[in-house]
Structure formats: structure tokens, C-alpha cells
């Protein structure tokens, strides 16, 4: 099985910065591509970025310049670096991590597709 696991969620005043982190644990053979996604009150979930075992990256058009996203590939760890937050911004951010996993040493490896429960990021004007 695989674990995510979002941190660094809080409260901060428009204008600020937080970095958010995305843990991924367990039997993982391999992660294809990690991903941040966020949910406002009374909205859908929604695509902030994504980054690929590679390096590559995918941002929602309206958070690119001031939203980045890395990844280190040896702790299966992502990082959401926020700055200029504005109170449209509050939501609650969720993880994605998609791969594969080996439920033991003698099995084939298996795809796996897995959320965080997230973690709350308010901005206040």
C-alpha cells in the first residue's frame, strides 16, 4: 500500500508565502508523476500542478509565476512553493501521487493512483 501525506498548510495574510510538502510511503517501485490539487467551499477540486518523474511540470493557467512545484525524487517527496497568496487561494490542498508499488519482493509491480487527506491553506485580506 501506498501513504500521501500533505504538511505546511495554514493561516497567512494576503501577500504571504507558504510551502506546502507531499510525502509518499509504503512498498513504492516507482512514482510516475505527483500532483496538487485544491478544493475551495462549495467548489470542485481543482488542478493546481503537476510534476512527472522527469521533471516535468503542468500549472493551472491562472496560478503560473506565482505557484511552483518540485519534487525530490529520492524522499518521493513534492513541494508546492506559494507566493503572493491572495484570499482566493483558501482552500483545502490535496496531493496526488500515481505509480507503482510491489505488495512484495516476488510480485510484479502494480499501479497505483493515491490522495492525502490534505492540508488547509487560509489567506485572509
Known amino acids: 500500500q501506498v501513504h500521501v501525506v500533505e504538511s505546511g498548510g495554514d493561516s497567512v495574510q494576503a501577500g504571504g508565502s507558504l510551502r506546502l510538502s507531499c510525502l509518499a510511503s509504503?512498498?513504492?517501485?516507482?512514482?510516475?508523476?505527483m500532483g496538487w490539487y485544491r478544493q475551495a467551499p462549495g467548489k470542485q477540486r481543482e488542478l493546481v500542478a503537476t510534476?512527472?518523474?522527469?521533471?516535468?511540470?503542468n500549472y493551472a493557467d491562472s496560478l503560473k509565476g506565482r505557484f511552483t512545484i518540485s519534487r525530490d525524487n529520492a524522499k518521493n517527496t513534492a513541494y508546492l512553493q506559494m507566493n503572493s497568496l491572495k484570499s482566493e487561494d483558501t482552500a483545502v490542498y490535496y496531493c496526488?501521487?500515481?505509480?507503482?508499488?510491489?505488495?512484495?519482493?516476488?510480485?510484479?509491480?502494480?499501479?497505483?493512483?493515491?490522495w492525502g487527506q490534505g492540508t488547509q491553506v487560509t489567506v485572509s485580506s
Open positions: 496526488n501521487v500515481r505509480g507503482t508499488y510491489t505488495g512484495s519482493p516476488d510480485s510484479f509491480p502494480v499501479v497505483f493512483d493515491s
Open positions: 509504503g512498498s513504492i517501485f516507482s512514482i510516475v508523476a
Open positions: 510534476i512527472t518523474s522527469g521533471s516535468s511540470t
